[in-house]
């Protein structure tokens, strides 16, 4: 996949028993997208609710993009495992339509309220 700084958003949903992984998880996921050049990024930390999956939300672009349509960037959502390393799969469009709603709460590049 190349990289351009086009903004979208990427949801990373894995076991809350990996949560102190969350820089290693976005750090292999940079990696496993040829996007670790990528500098600028904001990481939306989403704790679990009433499941053992917590997210990590991240947008990418966000400086080079100061200001984005939510609905128009695209949404990326996969799932985390760990086997030996971590391994993303990634989900199918409704995850996505999902993440998107679900995600129209937190603003682009910051978390701010």
């Given amino acids: 996949m190349a990289t351009t700084n086009n903004p979208r958003r990427a949801v990373l949903r894995f076991h809350?028993?990996?949560?102190?992984?969350?820089?290693?998880?976005?750090?292999?996921?940079?990696?496993?997208?040829?996007?670790?050049?990528?500098k600028h990024f904001f990481?939306?930390?989403?704790?679990?609710?009433?499941?053992?999956?917590?997210?990590?939300?991240l947008d990418l672009h966000h400086v080079e993009n100061p200001t984005v349509d939510l609905d128009?960037?695209?949404y990326e959502v996969l799932f985390v495992e760990k086997k030996t390393d971590f391994v993303f799969r990634k989900l199918e469009d409704n995850a996505c339509k999902?993440?998107?709603?679900?995600?129209?709460?937190l603003y682009w590049?910051?978390?701010?309220?």
């Fill in 109 to 113: 590049g910051t978390d701010r309220l």
């Fill in 72 to 74: 128009a960037i695209p």
């Fill in 98 to 105: 999902l993440a998107k709603a679900r995600c129209r709460n």
């Fill in 16 to 38: 809350v028993r990996y949560e102190r992984d969350e820089a290693a998880i976005v750090k292999q996921y940079l990696a496993s997208t040829q996007s670790e050049q990528i």
């Fill in 43 to 57: 990481i939306h930390s989403i704790p679990p609710n009433q499941s053992s999956k917590m997210h990590t939300v």
